[in-house]
């Protein structure tokens, strides 16, 4: 079967990132950078360029539409999204308002993907208890799906005030608004994003990424039986790519522990070994290496799973921002022509 084409794209929280000196970069700066790095990603033709939200102290980003209306104006093709939008802790008709709004000032390059959220701090700053943790996305999500459609809209639920027959503006100028799942691993909300219709992202950051495979075929089997509209797949992963393999994990590494320790603190993880690093880009979901290290792991990872988009999530905690700069310019430059290569000769035979 062929292999259909695939984007290529890079995601960034904002991570909070050291300076010259060793020290934490204020958040203003940090989001200057990630418009200087979106531009690059622009410039090297990468398809895709997505902006999480968080609210916390080591993520500079809480409000990606903010930042990605910033970059619109300084990019001219690449696609602008979230990654992701906690629409749980956020109301569907601002989210909508507010992408749409990005889509007219990108002039019609903007995308959402919205999920549940792994980081929980924004429900008890926005005053939503986590026990509706399930119920708040459903009904929000329910929700924006009407949005979508672009017509006057009547609903009703718990988590927010009824509508009936009310319009939301800005709309989208041309077509719907592009807009993802974002999941991360349970069946159930692969089945729910079949159920509405939209893609599929797969946040894939731990273990073999084939282990995703069957949610893979279970979207696209329950999108056949639903009857919709087959709609695409996509990977999110993280990934650092350097000159060379050794050079990759030095630069990578310390500032990943503090990172992943940070976090698994507060999830009560033991902290990262370098056995488990090395794993991880040895066997799992790390991208890690010089650009023909990641371009031969991430080839057959695509071809595998029939996805049509990568997304490098390219941050990595306080890695400065000049190597991340590096690392996109070889992710465009080396590591998407050598991926499209290998794909291309896979539909060759």
């Known amino acids: 079967m062929l292999t259909p084409a695939v984007e290529f794209g890079l995601d960034t929280f904002g991570d909070v990132t050291y300076d010259s000196t060793g020290r934490p970069e204020p958040h203003a700066t940090v989001i200057r950078n990630v418009i200087e790095e979106a531009k690059l990603a622009d410039e090297l033709g990468i398809d895709f360029f997505g902006v999480g939200e968080h609210h916390r102290e080591d993520f500079a980003v809480s409000s990606p539409e903010t930042v990605l209306a910033a970059i619109a104006g300084v990019t001219s093709r690449i696609k602008l999204g979230s990654a992701v939008t906690v629409l749980s802790s956020d109301d569907p008709i601002r989210v909508f308002q507010r992408f749409s709004t990005l889509d007219a000032v990108s002039n019609g390059r903007a995308e959402a993907i919205l999920g549940r959220g792994s980081f929980t701090e924004s429900f008890p700053l926005f005053g939503f208890s986590l026990d509706e943790y399930e119920t708040l996305f459903q009904e929000k999500l329910d929700l924006f799906s009407k949005l979508l459609e672009q017509k006057p809209v009547t609903w009703s639920g718990d988590t927010r005030p009824p509508l009936k027959d009310q319009s939301v503006f800005p709309p989208v100028q041309n077509g719907k608004l592009k807009t993802w799942i974002g999941v991360g691993g349970s069946p159930n909300s692969v089945i729910r994003a079949a159920q509405y219709a939209l893609p599929l992202m797969l946040a894939i950051i731990g273990g073999s990424p084939y ?75 790390l991208y890690v290496g010089s650009p023909e290290t990641v371009a031969a792991k991430l080839a057959p990872v695509i071809s595998t799973l029939g996805i049509q988009r990568f997304q490098l999530k390219y941050s990595a905690g306080t890695l400065p921002h000049k190597d991340l700069m590096t690392s996109i310019r070889f992710f465009g430059e080396e590591v998407v022509p050598t991926v499209k290569a290998a794909l291309g000769d896979r539909k060759a035979a």
Not at 233 to 248: E, K, L, Q
Not at 258 to 277: A, H, L, N, S, Y
Request: a neutral charge; zero cysteines; aromatic letters at 12%.
């Open 211 to 285: 282990r995703f495979k069957p949610y893979v075929d279970l979207y696209r089997e329950a999108t056949q039986k639903l009857t919709k509209e087959p709609q695409p797949v996509g990977i999110h992963s993280p990934g650092y790519v350097a000159a060379t393999d050794a050079r990759a994990r030095d630069e990578f590494w310390p500032h990943y522990r503090v990172m992943r320790d940070r976090i698994g603190k507060e999830r009560g993880w033991g902290p990262v070994t370098m056995d488990e690093f090395v794993s991880e880009i040895d066997n799992g979901s």
